[in-house]
């Protein structure tokens, strides 16, 4: 893995699936002090990766002297923070030792420093752990249901919603609502043997707050990336898709009114379910 590229056309460790395997691997880091470990498997594998020491870097002199360290754990699939590497997958691990928010550092195992001015850190994103404890969730301890009707997979009288689920979709509150707009026929259908009406589209809609009194607005789902355009009335708004606006900021002001006293008390919002095209700007699709 040679200066910032964190592929490599080698493996460093050779596995069958379901062995246990212990071994030793010299990589070079990328710029930002990571490595990646990829999985070549058909299922998952389960990876706990310690760092044992350091070469000192050519520049100092010393580039075959190897440094030690006691064992340090940067990652363990037992956690459920970081959990397993996806079959064909791959997972991004820094080696970063520490972080020195005063002075604006960031310290790795070689003592080497990076400096920063803002540090935006992000987990892997997981369901919860009791849907992996019981036993229904996938490898990130989401649900596996079909996208359209939430029914899971694995079980015909299970349905889940919102962000238990793993659908192709933004774990935002407007998908959960539009899901729901359209669960109870579903729900009512299968229970009672009939084929389920409504196919959920992933429609969600965000407002974005970009600052100085502005913010934009999108309005997307499953197929359908952000597009410019007027919403919810089409060529007239009053808010702009995909555009930074005064107006989409007071949007998202106004919606936290709407959001206390329309979708907390359960009364129907005046926004259709399913995405329209409506408004929007389709001349580069």
């Not at 040679?2 to 080698?10: K, S, V, W, Y």
Request: with cysteine; hydrophobic share 45%; charged share 20%.
């Amino acid at each position: 893995m040679p200066g910032d590229e964190l592929d490599t056309a080698t493996s460093a460790i050779n596995v069958r699936r379901g062995e246990t395997i212990a071994n030793a691997s010299v990589v070079a880091l990328d710029g930002a002090r990571r490595i990646k470990v990829a999985n070549a498997l058909a299922g998952p594998a389960e990876v706990v990766l310690d760092v044992l020491g350091y070469y000192l870097p050519a520049e100092q002199g010393a580039g075959d002297r190897f440094v030690s360290l006691p064992p340090a754990r940067v990652h363990d699939a037992a956690l459920a923070a970081e959990g397993l590497v996806p079959a064909g997958g791959d997972r991004i691990i820094s080696l970063a030792q520490s972080v020195d928010g005063a002075a604006g550092k960031i310290v790795s195992f070689d003592e080497r420093e990076i400096d920063f001015d803002l540090l935006v850190t992000i987990p892997v994103h997981m369901g919860a752990d009791f849907v992996g404890r019981s036993g229904l969730g996938d490898d990130l301890n989401f649900v596996p249901v079909d996208q359209y009707t939430l029914l899971s997979k694995a079980h015909d009288n299970i349905f889940a919603v919102g962000d238990a689920s793993d659908i192709p979709a933004s774990k935002a509150g407007s998908v959960a609502h539009f899901a729901m707009d359209l669960f109870p026929d579903n729900f009512i259908a299968h229970v009672e043997g009939r084929p389920m009406p409504n196919a959920f589209d992933g429609h969600a809609n965000c407002f974005i707050e970009s600052g100085h009194g502005k913010g934009m607005l999108i309005d997307f789902n499953y197929t359908t990336e952000p597009l410019t355009g007027k919403y919810p009335l089409p060529g007239i708004g009053p808010f702009s898709l995909l555009k930074e606006t005064e107006l989409n900021h007071w949007g998202k002001l106004m919606f936290r009114w709407m959001y206390w006293n329309i979708l907390l008390p359960g009364k129907e919002l005046p926004l259709p379910a399913l995405m329209s095209m409506a408004g929007k700007d389709t001349g580069d699709l």
